[in-house]
């Protein structure tokens, strides 16, 4: 038995040897591999629906081994099939899963499981199942395709699946089947060589195929990702293992990415290996993809981390291999499947994608020996390795034009003439449009019309435009032919092509186009063209042609494109940047970079006017080249920089922005110095902080820049410097993350500014929605003029960031010297009465008629005084810089116009205060027509990666805007207001006719498509936007009787003002070629495409409807919106628009009962006085000037012939002065807390001052507006007329608080009745609203007069009310006033904090209101509690309020940062509390307000912080102080302890004495007015002020006279008041007027002068100046106007610190007693006997320099020094720096006799020679 069993287990163990011995089947040379292929591609939205596009192809695939390494392949059996269809529901699928068997079902589903969920999830058991029924035979069968588990889908799609016509393959399959060679070593693919003649796109999808076959087998010998150091090879690789995972960066179709693999062996099967690769496309050396668009985006870091794609791409790929263990480089690819999918998230991650899924598999049929040898590619041409290639769209089109070359003459003139006819029609077709009616055709036909052009031979672009397009003095009355035309040539500037630059070239020299269609042109083609050497070279000889030389607005143009297109040309290529690429040659890119650097820099040279300079600057700025920068240089720093203007030095430094990025360090090096020099002007220095953070700056650099924050001395700089940080630590845009952290840290150490609006800023307005991952910034930037109130540069950049680019889309900016005198000269000089522009300007055309002796030539004191004042005082007259400006517009960073200002005109706009526009009048006269058609895009751009297949994945945007314009106008003005032959007339009318229809459609197409060149498949979106404005009407003003019409024509059918469409779809084309009946192929698009409806978000979608107007105007405006929203449901569904179709809809058409106008009046009411007697006239009009009142009549009737619908609007304002009734107001207020009663005396004054302010003070101005509304009723809805009557008072004290004892209160009365009468029966609400202080203030400052009354006994611990020093702002302003100064920092600070109204209270009463109100304020209710959930208390048990009634009280605190609410309704009390009002965000959601589905939410952040009343200012007031940093009424203070505070807000000490000093003065050309301030006697504080204004002198000063014991105080201090010498008399609070004709009321008044207690103020609102003085004091007040004109000791009021020392001669002192002296006015009566005072001037000094040359030198500033004839009797030494000339100049000659009459001035910018110690001679006597 023994044996048996050995003789058995002999056997078994032979016949085992005999299985091992057979040979694996392995790749061998003379052999035949036949594999099946299959890929299809597959694009949908699955997370909205079920549909989808895509393709299939199919084919056997024949590798042939000549040897072990060369191999030939050709495909065979080629099919191809497009797919368009649904997916099947889940109830489908489980259907189908109890019909089958689970073998069959698996597969199925989980394909269908891979497009809807996960693609890349393949399930391990069908693997096991499929190989092990497959492997059951020896040798591998063919088996039919219709059985295969992955051919189930026709049961699982309801699909359009159809197979392409075998006459459209043929030169598909012509291709394809093409032989390649290749090498494959050990599983790599190398050295792929084809035909010559085989196209890329053939070439790319084989790569696709043996990408499938690329395996590296062994991983030692490529590169390892996961070596374990450096050195040492990886030991974690074991060749013997079942099971190994290792990381290699390899090749593919897609790039070179890591790839990890997974080896193991197969449990089931010998010698089978399983391999697993996974691509991570995060980690790639080398991408394959291509990019290109006419914008300019970059895709920022955030973080500084790579940025994330925008189109993500995964791919798995797994192989079954047989292996020959005894030699592992032997194998065999038994089946091999690999799928992918790319993912494309426009919005975020959390939903969203549009995908497309590839998956392409390869199994073998068959092996087998040679039975016929393919032939090898001849000739054959190296294509590289598996990398994609991509065809370019110019190597495409050459293909075609090869084709079109080969063609006869005949053939030849049939394309082009069938090419001619289309486009004629899709011209004709949309010039049509363009006159009727734009609709969604003509969008998608001009897109067309641009792409025909593109795919046109240059021979056939230029016959057909040369044919087409015409001289325009052609055909001027056909306007169908007039608009053909138009569309043509703005189509050909979108061309994108250097064959469309040669025809515009062309068209330029036959002089077919117009100088304003030129330059359109050759901007737009700059734009949009893809830039070669060749094309630049054109551009460039465009610049030299004659056609350019000879007209401006050309040669602009044609330099600034050349400078787009060289930057396009030469621009390096960032990180996902959508700019074109260097050329491939580096030398040839140097050569082109010098080339067209030195053209530029050539163009500045020869330039013959500023305009040609700045124009050549700024074509430098669009070409962006490092070449330049040496000029630009030496225009900013260099020797040439202090003759350059301004002007052209900024433009310099903006020109470097460009470079600014590539060259930072050089850059900071140019600009650094110019932005850190404190002499150069303030727009040179923001300009190069510009484009040093331009070039993206390190952290250290910006806290470099902080911190010179610190010292700075120009507010402007500081301010534009700060506010830019800010800004950006403060942005949302994912391109400024980085800077926005960086900055952050360096704000840390800069110098806060907030100087106000009226300074040079940097803002940002911005919208970020982090979920959409879209958003969009408006930056504004301004800088300031310090001679001007606006200011001289002014820019607008739209930043746009959507689909991961940033784009800076659009930059306007105006730069304007000069522009306050022109505005000035244009509202008159003189600011007279308020008058229309129309008396303006012909009071302006009437001033040279006036002659000179016509007036009377008389001089008054004022003019006698003034000259003297002169000739002492030399006051150099500030004047407006000379006038110049430019505007400009950039597009995608690249600057396509600028409009230079015309220096003549702008001259004479100054000097005589109108624009040469006189020619226009008549024109209008009899009807102006202006017509205005464009068509444009204004996105184009692709993006295209390739997927598996070797088919290109692309990602394109598409647009085309059309407008039109037409409008009529007819204007008459009576009389005419430009005929300078009409003077002394007023205007009395204008009629004006206005007729026009403006139309603007946007069309914008996105497409998410695969192409394998004759089907494309996708994914699409399209959508439509039109907008319609509509103005017909006419109107009337007559100014004489003040009564004005207008008439508005109703629309006669429907208008739809406002559509917007949107749908996604998935889409499928065909290519086919047919041929025409003359034998011409012809190329056919079959498009075919299925809507995506969203029907997995929402089964049906929201419908909005609301209308208003049918019966009520006879005119029905209705919304209508239609869309799939997953607002409420799918959280993972996509956002508008990817979820389903959207339509937005506005529009208006008739109604019931429509007019056929409708009139509007507006009259201006006056009661008659004819039948009153003059003294009764008199009475009443001096009583309605009191009241203020202006009645006005609205009267609206819609014309009917039938039912006429009316609408009469009553509207009377009027005011009135009461005295206030405190007794009653105080019986609300606890007794404790009461002020304004007699024993509360004001602290620091006197008790008949104390009595005279309250009688002054506590009025009250009570202004009242009445409107009564009246209508009739609407048809068939009312029966009768409906009313409404609204009284609105509003009361406040009538002159601002300065008192601290006040207890103020501010009054708002609203009252609304309406329905059938106004008698309140019917609907009514009544709203009283009162501001007042809250008991919690009232106790702060009930606590601050106790401890200042009883320092020693009150002893309050709170901190919140004392300082740490025990002393209140209230105690410091008592005690500064018991010095006599009344408005010391603490006062006003004490005054501002008492005047605060810190509590609000609002009654509400309401009666019979409408449902619908209650149901918006119950909804609002519950928004507000669900806002501040987190802070309301709610009481709602056992609550018994007041029926109808509604109380509020809104208490805020005293830094005004928060606000608490009581709230109490009939049904429940309400408190929430600590609401922020500093920075309120107001957030609404108008969709629960309005229920419905529409997404309107908004989180809006208001900019401004809310405030409360105060009785110290007006709401106005407050804000524009917050506004403009407590500088909206510029005021200079004289203060009795004789320090000045100056309008810029310096303060310094200075003593004026007995000398008449210049306190302020109107140094502008005008010299409206002056005020002179002295002190008589040094003893006291009593001062003279003397005010020069309208011709008068006033004089204003205490009363001298001794006054008997018995005379009070109050009389003592009386002051006497003067004008003109002749003593004048002021009642107490008594306004006195000054008028022109002193004889005369009627005349024109001057300016007003009061008595208020101590005080005297002179006010002339006409010339925007207030002047008080108690004789102790002086305080001045002017308008922001004479921002930079003004001189004496208040300042310059330039907003500068560093300036404000300015002496009469313009020269800056460094002492401000040196300061103050120059203004000293020298005079006999202010001199002692036997003493002069000093004059300021430069010090000279005579030496020998170190050649021994004699010089003069001149000290840099002036000093106090003696007159001849006096020696000093006080002196102070001083530091002194001084400039050296050669004493025989003859400019030395002329400073020696100058520096004896006046400051040397030209001294201050010199260089310094040498510092001297000089004495400073501050008193003189005579020798």
């Not at 040379?29 to 292929?37: A, E, H, L, S, T």
């Not at 700075?712 to 800010?726: A, P, W």
């Not at 206005?994 to 494309?1016: T, Y």
Request: glycine content about 4%.
């Amino acid at each position: 038995m023994n044996r048996v069993l050995l003789l058995l287990l002999g056997l078994c163990l032979a016949q085992a040897n005999i299985r091992q011995d057979r040979p694996v089947p392995v790749y061998d040379q003379g052999k035949d591999y036949v594999y099946r292929y299959e890929g299809d591609i597959k694009s949908g939205i699955p997370q909205t629906s079920d549909r989808f596009s895509g393709m299939k192809i199919q084919a056997d695939v024949r590798l042939q081994f000549h040897t072990d390494q060369d191999v030939l392949m050709r495909l065979e059996k080629i099919s191809l099939k497009t797919l368009l269809g649904e997916l099947d529901s889940p109830e489908e699928k489980k259907m189908q899963m109890m019909k089958t068997s689970s073998e069959e079902v698996v597969p199925d589903q989980m394909y269908k499981d891979a497009f809807m969920q996960d693609h890349l999830d393949m399930a391990k058991d069908w693997w096991m199942k499929w190989w092990q029924n497959k492997e059951s035979s020896e040798e591998i069968q063919d088996t039919d395709s219709e059985e295969t588990p992955w051919k189930s889908d026709k049961n699982s799609e309801k699909s359009f699946s159809q197979e392409v016509p075998e006459q459209d393959m043929r030169e598909f399959r012509k291709h394809l089947e093409k032989v390649i060679r290749f090498r494959y070593e050990e599983g790599d693919v190398k050295d792929i060589e084809a035909r010559k003649d085989e196209p890329q796109w053939s070439v790319n999808f084989k790569r696709g195929i043996l990408h499938l076959i690329k395996l590296t087998m062994d991983p030692r010998k490529s590169e390892l990702l996961d070596r374990d150091d450096d050195v040492t090879p990886n030991t974690s690789y074991n060749k013997f293992a079942n099971e190994r995972i290792y990381r290699v960066m390899e090749d593919d179709v897609t790039g070179r990415c890591e790839t990890l693999y997974n080896i193991r062996d197969n449990q089931v099967q010998k010698n089978i290996r399983e391999i697993i690769k996974t691509k991570d496309y995060r980690n790639c050396e080398e991408r394959s993809e291509h990019a290109q668009a006419i914008q300019s985006g970059f895709m920022p870091d955030e973080q500084g981390d790579k940025p994330k794609e925008l189109l993500e791409s995964s791919v798995q790929t797994r192989a079954y291999v047989i292996m020959d263990k005894n030699s592992h480089d032997k194998f065999m690819v038994k089946s091999v499947e690999s799928r992918g999918q790319h993912v494309f998230q426009p919005y975020s991650d959390k939903g969203g994608e549009v995908i497309t899924f590839a998956k392409q598999s390869l199994k073998l049929l068959e092996s087998a020996d040679w039975t016929e040898q393919l032939s090898e590619p001849e000739p054959s041409e190296r294509k590289g390795g598996l990398m994609f290639v991509f065809d370019t769209r110019e190597q495409n089109r050459d293909l075609t034009w090869n084709r079109y070359m080969r063609m006869s003459d005949a053939q030849k003139h049939d394309v082009t003439q069938m090419r001619t006819e289309k486009i004629q029609a899709l011209c004709q077709d949309i010039a049509v449009d363009l006159n009727d009616g734009i609709s969604g055709e003509s969008t998608r036909k001009f897109m067309e019309l641009v792409e025909e052009l593109r795919n046109l031979h240059q021979d056939q672009l230029e016959t057909i435009i040369m044919e087409e397009i015409t001289s325009p003095e052609e055909h001027t009355q056909d306007w169908r032919h007039k608009n053909a035309r138009k569309v043509l040539l703005d189509a050909v500037s979108l061309v994108g092509k250097k064959e469309a630059l040669k025809v515009i070239q062309q068209l330029m020299e036959d002089d077919k186009v117009t100088d304003d269609e030129c330059a359109q042109m050759l901007t737009g083609i700059s734009l949009s063209i893809q830039p070669c050497p060749e094309s630049v070279k054109n551009m460039l000889e465009i610049v030299k042609s004659p056609r350019s030389q000879s007209s401006r607005q050309v040669r602009q143009a044609a330099w600034l494109s050349l400078g787009t297109m060289v930057h396009g040309l030469l621009s390096e290529r960032r990180e996902g940047q959508l700019e074109k690429h260097l050329p491939e040659n580096k030398e040839t890119a140097m050569e082109l970079r010098r080339l067209y650097s030195q053209e530029l820099m050539t163009c500045m040279e020869d330039a013959q006017s500023d305009e040609e300079k700045l124009m050549c600057l700024k074509a430098m700025g669009n070409a962006g080249l490092e070449d330049t920068v040496d000029r630009l240089q030496e225009l900013i720093t260099g020797k040439e920089s202090d003759t350059t203007p301004l002007e052209f030095r900024v433009e310099a430094i903006r020109a470097l922005w460009r470079v600014a990025e590539k060259l930072p360090h050089k850059i900071l090096n140019i600009l650094f110095p110019v932005f850190n020099n404190p002499e150069r002007d303030p727009e040179e220095r923001t300009a190069a902080f510009d484009v040093v953070m331009a070039s993206n700056p390190p952290l250290s650099v910006l806290e470099m820049i902080a911190q010179s924050t610190q010292r700075e001395t120009s507010n402007q700089v500081g301010q534009y410097v700060y506010t830019c940080l800010k800004k950006l630590s403060e942005s949302e845009l994912p391109k400024d993350m980085r800077m926005k952290t960086d900055c952050k840290i360096a704000l840390r150490l800069a110098k806060p500014f907030n100087k106000g609006i009226q300074y040079s800023q940097s803002r940002r307005f911005q919208a970020m929605d982090r979920d959409m991952q879209m958003g969009a910034a408006l930056d504004i930037n301004t800088v300031a003029d310090k001679s001007s109130v606006w200011p001289r540069f002014a820019s607008a950049k739209l930043g746009l960031h959507a689909m991961g680019y940033h784009m800076d889309v659009f930059e306007t900016g105006v730069r304007v010297e000069g522009l306050q005198a022109m505005i000035d000269s244009l509202l008159g000089k003189d600011m007279d009465e308020k008058k229309g522009i129309f008396d303006y300007l012909k009071k302006k055309s009437q001033q040279r008629h006036h002659a000179d002796g016509s007036w009377n030539s008389r001089k008054s004191l004022h003019d006698i005084e003034m000259e003297k004042i002169q000739q002492k005082l030399p006051v150099e007259t500030r004047r407006h810089s000379e006038p110049r400006g430019h505007m400009y517009m950039k597009w995608f960073g690249n600057e396509i116009r600028f409009d230079q200002l015309n220096k003549d005109d702008m001259q004479q706009l100054i000097d005589q205060g109108r624009w040469p526009i006189t020619d226009k009048e008549e024109e209008l006269r009899h009807g102006m027509d202006t017509h205005v058609t464009k068509a444009t895009k204004l996105v184009e751009a692709s993006r295209q990666i390739p997927t598996q297949l070797g088919l290109p994945i692309t990602l394109e945007m598409n647009s085309a805007l059309l407008m039109t314009s037409d409008v009529n106008t007819k204007l008459k003005v009576t009389p005419g207001i430009f005929r300078e032959d009409r003077h002394n007339q007023k205007v009395k009318g204008v009629d004006c006719e206005v007729k026009g229809q403006q139309e603007i459609a946007l069309q914008l197409v996105g497409k998410m498509s695969v192409d394998c060149h004759v089907i494309q498949s996708g994914v699409a979106l399209n959508a439509m936007m039109n907008t319609q404005f509509p103005l017909s009407g006419k109107m009337s003003l007559d100014l004489e009787n003040k009564k004005h019409k207008m008439t508005i024509e109703t629309p006669e059918k429907e208008r739809e003002l406002f559509v917007w469409r949107s749908e996604p779809f998935v889409f499928t084309e065909e290519t086919r070629s047919r041929l025409n009946a003359d034998g011409v192929e012809r190329e056919d698009k079959v498009f075919k495409k299925l809507s995506i409806q969203g029907k997995k978000t929402q089964k049906w979608p929201n419908m909005f409807h609301t209308s208003y107007g049918r019966e009520e105007l006879g005119i029905e405006f209705a919304l209508d919106t239609r869309m799939v929203s997953r607002m409420n449901n799918e959280q993972t569904s996509p956002f508008h628009p990817l979820t389903g179709p959207t339509e937005l809809r506005l529009s208006c058409k008739p109604g019931l009962h429509v007019p056929w106008e409708i009139d509007l009046e507006l009259q201006q009411t006056e009661d008659t006085v004819r039948h009153l007697s003059p003294m009764e006239r008199l009475v009443f009009t001096e009583e309605k000037e009191r009241r203020n009142e202006k009645p006005m009549e609205i009267y609206v009737l819609a014309k009917h012939s039938q039912h006429p619908r009316t609408m009469k609007i009553k509207l009377n304002t009027y005011e009135e002065v009461t005295q206030e009734d405190i007794d009653s107001e105080d019986a609300r207020i606890p007794g404790r807390f009461r002020h304004g009663k007699a024993k509360d005396m004001e602290p620091g004054v006197s008790m008949e001052t104390d009595d005279k302010m309250k009688q002054w003070l506590n009025q009250i101005l009570r202004r009242t507006i009445a409107i009564q509304l009246e209508r009739s009723p609407v048809p068939n809805k009312e029966s009768q007329d409906f009313k409404m009557c609204v009284t609105t008072e509003l009361e406040y004290p009538a002159v601002p608080e300065w008192r601290l004892l006040q207890d103020r209160r501010v009054k708002t009365n609203i009252d609304v009745k309406w329905g059938r009468d106004c008698s309140g029966n019917d609907k009514r609400i009544k709203i009283t609203a009162k501001w007042q202080k809250s008991d919690e203030q009232r106790h702060q400052e009930k606590m601050e007069e106790l401890q200042e009354q009883h320092p020693s006994s009150q002893e309050d611990t709170s901190e919140e009310f004392i300082r740490k020093d025990k002393t209140t702002i209230y105690s410091a302003c008592v005690q500064d006033r018991l010095q006599g100064l009344m408005e010391t920092p603490a006062c006003r600070k004490a005054v501002e904090q008492r005047s605060l109204l810190q509590q609000m209270d609002i009654d509400v009463e309401y009666h019979n209101i409408p449902t619908w109100m209650k149901e918006m304020s119950s909804a609002l209710k519950q928004y507000v509690y669900h806002i501040f959930f987190d802070r309301l208390t709610v009481e709602d048990i056992d609550v018994h309020n007041d029926d109808n009634k509604m109380r509020m009280r809104c208490t805020i605190d005293r830094d005004q940062k928060e606000m608490n609410v009581t709230m109490v309704t009939p049904e429940e009390n309400i408190k929430i509390n600590r609401i922020s009002i500093e920075k309120p965000k107001i957030r609404l959601d108008f969709s629960k307000i309005l229920k419905t589905r529409l997404p309107m939410k908004t989180d809006w952040s208001v900019a401004f912080p809310m405030r409360f009343p105060s009785t110290k200012m007006t709401m106005r007031e407050q804000y524009m102080d917050m506004m403009m940093n407590d500088k909206f009424i510029p005021h200079c203070k004289y203060q009795p302890n004789d320090r000045i505070r100056t309008f810029d807000g310096v303060e310094f000490p200075y003593q004026v004495g007995p000398c008449d000093h210049i306190l302020a003065k109107d140094a502008s050309p005008e010299h409206r007015f002056m005020v002179l301030i002295n002190k008589p006697d040094m003893e006291n504080n009593k001062k003279i002020v003397k005010v020069f204004l309208e011709g008068k002198k006033i004089e204003m000063s205490m009363n001298n006279k001794q006054q008997s014991q018995q005379s009070s105080d109050e009389e003592d201090n009386q002051m006497q008041i003067t004008i003109d010498g002749r003593q004048v008399s002021l009642p107490h609070l008594i306004v006195h007027k000054i008028y022109k004709d002193e004889e005369d009321a009627g005349s024109p008044m001057m300016f007003t002068m009061q008595r208020i207690g101590k005080k005297v103020k002179v006010e002339c609102d006409r010339l925007g100046v207030t002047v008080e003085t108690d004789g102790h004091s002086a305080d001045v007040k002017i308008s922001n106007a004479y921002r930079g004109k003004m001189a004496g000791l208040c300042g310059n009021f330039d907003g500068e610190h560093h300036s404000e020392y300015e002496g009469p001669s313009r020269e800056v002192y460094s002492s401000p007693f040196d300061f103050g002296l120059s203004y000293r006015i020298p005079s006999q009566e202010c001199h002692e006997q036997g003493k002069s005072l000093s004059v300021m001037r430069n010090v000279r000094i005579t030496q020998l320099n170190e050649f021994n040359k004699k010089e003069t030198c001149f000290s840099k500033m002036p000093v106090a020094q003696c007159p001849e004839g006096f020696m000093v009797s006080r002196s102070e030494t001083r530091h002194l720096e001084f400039h050296c000339l050669p004493s025989e100049l003859d400019i030395t000659k002329k400073y020696t006799e100058l520096h004896k009459t006046k400051p040397l001035d030209m001294m201050a910018t010199k260089r310094t020679d040498r510092i001297e110690e000089v004495e400073a001679e501050l008193e003189c006597e005579m020798e």
